[in-house]
Structures are given as structure tokens and as C-alpha cells.
């Protein structure tokens, strides 16, 4: 567990000296004794990874191993805390002038002589743990017990719907359940203890009875369908949006007031907009989705809730009486709850699946189609004992799976694994917590880092890898870029079932994910253990508290906390979620801060920020326009900054050199938008601008980003006159996304003239023309490879003249129901969904 601080030790030393190197030609040999401490220090931590394992793997056999191991971890937190004490400092003294230089030459000195006496306090008690390490027997680690050699590229055929094996009776007996009931309002409340597989059933149920099947007349219609996550604590108001998201609804505001059910389907692009609206009355989203739920023949999912409280907090917002056939499909850990929701009768009780069809579900997800037996025969007896413990359920076998496909098929290799699996009288956690313990080094932070989102919540892929990126966790390798190996370390999460897919996009890759909350509980656990972070109302104070790195809250009087804490100085990474709007203040005495996530705030104190000379991940998101004075970006610039989201920040005034990605949001607004400095941004790599604001048309049209030679991704979500000019698109664009631009000329006309693009992603109201044209000629899109039009309702006709597009190699059309018109070249490469 000490690796991952090691990790970030080694992250900061490595900056710190290729720092140094470069003064040493100022300083002289002031430094160079300082560079070699740090040198030889890096080299130490280097060589103390390569036994931690052994000591860890051995801390249960003695006491004085678990402390050393404890030591190990605090020397990296303490090697971290001083570099980044020290380091800004003589950085700081480089880039002053000649007279300010002169002035300071004292206190440089003074803090390089503290630097020296902090490295060789370090140094002292780096040669102690080594003596230690020879005592108490700690080897070096060679291997890993029959565990494959850790491979960031390897693939895994995995499961996307987890232990499927004995669900098609239970959904089968669902259906019948549904059609047999009558034209009333109904419940299915699907109960069981956790991991015996409760959201995978309402998952497949829900699609057999949406999914339209030609043979069966009796498949119900149901006009929308939608699926909520609820949980142990939820926000009531929050879960109702999502409903109202889902079923795309409009409220229509009546002039004379009296009329709260005035309601229409509507395409998605005018949604968010309406619903910021409702949000900012509470009081009115149960009466609109009652009125419009009360005319709709629907079947909503609630999934995980835990007490019968939150059901009566949905009652007002769901007609229970309406005879249109209408259903609502529960899902608990409590029969309680669903004998409250919907009687006795609605329950279908989930129970450990049984001896054959664990085996079936085991053998299944260990046998490759091609083989059909395992092989060595011999390891069919282990794999027996081994799915004995796992008590039936299914989220412990498909956990355990994971464990063995990524070792060695030799009895050595699985009786590890039994051994390893204990004889806990609650299996599941055993199991669990060997599935962390099993992971490889690099992925261990990634999957803890999972415990941070609030529990059920839908992960964006893209959010998750820059929040890896940022923290050190995820490095571009070789040719590979950073995006890359990120989505490699997720897959591979997946493959061990430890996480699961929600949604995907077009092209298969996958857009977001989520984290059983067994396994959510999981990372929390061991976070708290190792102080990886802690989670707002679980800190405590003392002397653990000085070695919390990170800090996870969903209340606004975390904030009032840490500011009268400063034991928490040393935190690294915050982030908050599921905020209200409410006003809040940040300690300007965390000044250690990389990662910095602020969600529906009133940031009344932005001049804060200017004191976290550290970060490298900021994202602000408000209701209200976000005012970050100049001398924030002065502290910025100059620091390590790559990831920044804002809502509704007045403008970005100078350059930010290592910015690479930026998704900005004009919500309210802004006489001097932030748009009109995006050419300084000359690093960005990703950019990603949404606004509802008409009026900034022509700010939009008149877009210039030739500067950004980086940028290969860019999403528009804003209206425009038109697109800019080719010459004023990015150089290097290989992806561009269009929502809402309301463009009436054809996009292609202008695309085609870049060089590198490849995809091109054309969403709701992007486009209000009947035809798209792609004239031919040479140099016609050079490398263009993928088409993604989506909800088009207006467009008829797709033309692409002999010599466009000559290397396209899919087209997706989703949802364009007019579109009928298509070049005869382009069918075996085109894809259509109707709904």
C-alpha cells in the first residue's frame, strides 16, 4: 500500500532535480551537493519499491514489519512535502531580476541551507529502513506467483454484462409477471442481499421489454423508459432532473400562470437549458412530473434504494393510481422496502445461485470458445474449491475469475489464490480485498481512486483519466499518448470485473463507468487505512490527519472545516460534489493543492486560488459568472496546470503554457467571454466550449484557433452564423463534435479542406439543412475515416460526389428518421438506429 506514496515521492523528485540540473549552471555548486542528496535519494526510494512488496505481503507475520511499512509510507509523504516546500522557492529566486536577486541573495541562501539539512534528514532515515529491511528477512520481489507479467497494452475478452449465467429464467418470469397485469399502475421490486446480481437483472429486463421484437405482439410499448441510480443518501431533487432528462421533457410556461401541464417531447438539445430553469424551483419539478407522467405509458427503474423513506419522497413526483399501464421496477437489498413500495406480491426475491449454475457462470467465464474444457484438467478440482468460497454469489465468482485470468493456469498459481482467499466467515469481503491486493502497482490508485465519486455514480471516462493524468498516476509511454494508457489501465479494471460499463460510444471504446458499491465501500475502507484520502465525516484530527493526501465531501460545511483545520495543510487533491449552489470559502493555507474539483458552488473568494501554485486539475463549476482576477493566471502560468473545466468564467486573459485540455461552459452572462483568448492557448489539446446564448453567434463564427497546433479534439456546443474559415480551424484536428450550431450551410464544404481530420460527430440541431454536400476534387478530406450523424430531423439527403471522402470507413446515422438519401458506395459501411 506504501508503493502508491512512493510513487508520488518518486514523481516530485524527479522534477525537483531536472530543476536543479538546469540552476546548477547559475548557482554553481550550492546546488550541486542539494542535486546529489536528492540523486541518491530517488535512487534509494527506487530500490525500497523493489522489496516493499515482500514486506507488505509479510506484515501479518509481525508487528515490527507493519510498522516499517508504515515508516516507508510517512518518509514518502515527508520526501513529497519537502520538495514541494523547497521547490517553488529556488524556482521563484531564477526567474527574479538582477536587483531582486541582489536583495534576496540571504534569504536564498538561508533556504537552501534548510533544503540541505531537510535531504539529509531524509537520507538518515532512508539508510535506517534498509538496515531494518536486512533484519526482518525483507527480499527483493521477482516475481509475482504466477501473475502475468504487468502489460499496459494487454487485452481481455470481458463480459460486458457480468454474470449472466441463471438470469434468463428470472427475466423470463418478470415478463410473464408484466403481462399478466392489467392496465393499472404496478411495482416489481427486485430484493437480495449485494453482489447477487439485482441491477444486472433489471438491466436485462428492462431491455426485453423496450426493445421491440417483431414475433411477439404482445410486447408491451412503452412510450419512454428511464433508469436512475438512488442509493443509500440521495439528493431527491437531483434523481427527479435525471428523470425528467431522460424522458426529454419541456415545461411550456403559460403567461396567465395557472397551467402547470402544459408538456411536449422534445428534442434533447433544448433540455439542460428548460431544466436549469426547474431546477432553480424545486417546488414545481414533482408537480411537472406528475401531470406529464400521469398521460404516459412508462417503466422507470429506481435502482439501490435503501429505506422506505425514499420511496415516499418519490411518491409525490409519481402517480401511483394511473390505469395506462405504467410500471416502476424497485431494486433493494431490503424486502422491506419493496413490500413498502409495492406489497408483497411485487417482490422477486434474488437468492445465491446454487451449485450447478455457479459452476456453470464459473467454468463459462474461464473457458474459451475454442477450447471448451480447462486445461490442465487437473486445475478443475482447485477451480472447485475455490468457487466454494465464493458462497454463490455471483459479484464474488466473477471477481475471483478475474484474479485467475491473469494468472499462470498451474496448480501453483490457482492454490495461491486459494490460499490466499482465507477462511473469513464472510467470504465476499475476503474476496474483495484480495482482488486489490492482487492488483498491480500502477493500477491500485487508479482503482481506490474510484471511492472518491459519490456511490452509483456514472464516471466520465474522459474526467477520470485527466483526474489520473493530473494526480501522477497515468504517463504517456513511448509513441502512446496519456489518453492511451489511461483507457489501457480502465480496461483492464474491467477485465477483473472490478468495474463496470455504462455506455459506450460509437466506435466501441467507452464513454462511461461505474463502481459496484460493495467495492466502492472497498475503496474507501483501504483508502482510510493508508490515508490514499478520506471522506468528509469519516477525517478525524491527530496526527493522521497531517498525512491525508486527498479529501472527498458532498457538504458545503466541509469547507468551514478544512478552513479551521490546518491540520489537513498537506492536502493534495479536493473534490466536491452534488453542490447546491451554496456560498463557499477555500483556505488559502492549502497551498500543497494539484487537483482541485468544485461542483455548483458560489465561489465568493476565487482570489484564493492564486495560492495554489501547484495545481494541475481545476475545475469550477457554477450557476453564477466566476470572476478569476489576472493575478490567478500569473500564479498559474507558472505552474503545472493541464486540465481546466469552468462554468461561466469571465475570460482567460494570457497564456497558460501547459494547458492541454479545456472545457469551458457560458451559462450566464459575460461582457468579455473567455473564447476570446483561446488562441494564446498554444499546448491544448482538447477543448470543449457549450453555451446557450444566442447572441455570441458571431463571437463563435468568427472562432479563431490556427495558433493551437496541438489541438486534435474540439467540441462545439454553441450557435453560430457559420463555421469559422478552414485557415482558422486547428492545423492538427483529427476530432470534431458539433451540437446545437444550428449551422444552414453544409459543414462538409468547409471541413474538407483539413488534413488530419479523421471523425467528425455531428449531434442534435448541429445542422437545419435538408441535404449535407461533400463536393469531390483532390485533397478532399484526406483522411477522413468516420461520419456520426445523429438526431438530424430536418436532414433528407447525404451527397458525396465522386472522389469525397475516399477513406471513409463507417458511417453511423442515429435517429434521422427523414434521411433516405445515400450514396450507393457508402451502404456496406453504414449503420443505422432508428431509436
Known sequence: MAEIALAGATSVLRQTVGVLSNLIVDEGSRLSRLREGILWIESEIGYIQSYLEDAEAKQGQNRKITR???????????VEDIMDTYFPRITSHRRKGSFSRLKSILGFTYTVHNFVVEVEGIRKRVENINRLRLTYGINECSSRDGRDAWNARRTFAHIDEPYVVGFDKHVKELVTKLHNGDSRFDVISIVGMPGLGKTTLARKFLKAVTTPVASDSDNPHFEFSAWVYVSQKPNIKKVLLDIARQMRLKILPQKDGKDLGSFKRIRKEDIEAKLEDIEAKSEDIE?????????????????????????DAFKNAIPTNSKNGSRIIVTSRHSFVGIHVGGRSSLHELQPLDQNTSKDLFFKMLISNATKTLDPPELENI??????????????????????????RTEHAWKGVLESMGQDHDQCLEIFALSYKDLPTQLKPCFLYFGLFPEDHEIKVFELINLWTAEGFVKSSGTREVEDVGEDFLNHLIA?????????RFDGRISTCRIHDMLHDLCIRVSEEINFFKKYGNVTTGNSATRVRRVTAHKSSFFEYISTNSQHVNLRTMLYFNGKNERVKISRDLRFLRVLRLEKIMYSHPNDIENFGHLTYLQLRSGHLIKLPSTIYETIETSYLAFFTIANCQQIDVSLPNLQ???????????????????????????????????????????????????????????????????????????????????????????????KLKILVLRELSYQGRQIICSGGPDNFPQFETLEIHDLQRLEELIAEEGSMPQLKKLSIVRCSRLTVIPDRFRNITTTTAG
Open 383 to 408: 477451480g472447485q474449491q475455490i468457487l466454494k468460497r465464493c458462497d454463490g454469489v455471483p459479484l464474488a465468482i466473477v471477481i475471483t475469475v478475474g484474479l485467475l485470468l491473469v494468472r499462470d
Open 661 to 755: 485540455s479545456l472545457h469551458l461552459e457560458i451559462i450566464v452572462g459575460s461582457d468579455s467571454p473567455a473564447v476570446l483568448m483561446l488562441n494564446n492557448l498554444t499546448s491544448l489539446r482538447k477543448l470543449a466550449i457549450r453555451t446557450s446564448m444566442a447572441r455570441l453567434s458571431k463571437t463563435f463564427s468568427t472562432l479563431n484557433l490556427s495558433r493551437c497546433e496541438n489541438l486534435h479534439k474540439l467540441s462545439l456546443g454553441v450557435y453560430m452564423d457559420k463555421l469559422p474559415d478552414h485557415d482558422k480551424l486547428p492545423p492538427s484536428l483529427t476530432k470534431l463534435t458539433l451540437k446545437c450550431t444550428k449551422l444552414v450551410e453544409s459543414p462538409l464544404e468547409t471541413l474538407k479542406k483539413l488534413p
Open 68 to 78: 516499517l511499512v508504515i515508516d516507508i509510507r510517512d518518509l514518502a509523504y515527508d
Open 496 to 504: 477483473r470485473n472490478l468495474i463496470q460499463v455504462v455506455r459506450k
Open 287 to 311: 408537480t411537472y412530473l406528475f401531470t406529464y407522467l400521469s398521460q404516459k405509458r412508462y417503466v422507470i427503474v429506481l435502482d439501490d434504494i435503501w429505506n422506505t423513506e425514499t420511496w
